[in-house]
């Protein structure tokens, strides 16, 4: 793999340890739900990761990032500001793209914390909306602090009555979101409720992103409703991003 070196053009701070990143870098074109491999050298070794591209094709690079304790590179990227220099690997790489799904009428994207961020890219291309009859954002995070993006996403709620955007939080209430992790929420019904559409394998297509134990078990309770993983060679109406 080749770098290109990248510089940070902007900073946007959400909450605690929760960021995003703007970068200019000469990359090649994405598809979105697509992702980067991103480092930085540390005490002289290169440390890369996986980044989700939040930006849709065409746009500067954004990244939604989140500081993980302990973590080899993400203190060092939170220390990043304007002007500093990043490694890209400017070639876009993953599967977890619009373009892999069979038809469907309804395209739910069910993700936690940053796991956001390839959803923004799909959004913001707009590609979904124009294809699916009804797209449901499902946003899981702790607190309400924490919903990245949220005024975007409630304006384009507003202005796209086939979207709509489902905060959920598990660690606090507040009016009008969903109460409780996004597995609790699908489990108990209250995803369904909120969004005014049921999960059915005729009808759906599920993405989920983000945290592998939430994967895991949203793909249980969702095979209790009849919907499987969706292969090329097997279709079916799950597809899945693990970011660890
Ligand atoms: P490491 O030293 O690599 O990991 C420390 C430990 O933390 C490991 O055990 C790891 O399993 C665990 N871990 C990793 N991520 C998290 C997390 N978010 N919360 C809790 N524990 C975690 N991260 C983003 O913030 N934004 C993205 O858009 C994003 N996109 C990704 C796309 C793909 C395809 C993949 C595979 C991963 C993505 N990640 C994303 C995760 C990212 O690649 C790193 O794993 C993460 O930033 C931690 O890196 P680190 O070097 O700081 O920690």
Redesign the pocket.
Known sequence: MTFVKGKVIDRRDWADGLWSLTVEAAVEPHEPGQ?LNIGLEIAGEP?R????L?SAPGAPIE??????A??????A?FRLAPGDAIDIDPRP??Y?VPSELPAARDLWLIGT???L??YLAMLRHGAVLARFERVILVHGVRLVEQLGYRDELEALAAARPGFRYLPALSRERRDGLVHGRVTAALASGALERAAGVAFAPEASHVMLC??PAMIAEMQQLLAARGLKKHRRREPGQITI????
């Open positions: 992702f440390v990761r996986a980044y989700s939040a990244l939604y990032l989140v500081v993980v302990g973590g080899a590179l993400t203190p990227l790489h993953g977890f914390g940053t796991g961020a390839p983000g945290n991003e693990k970011y660890w």
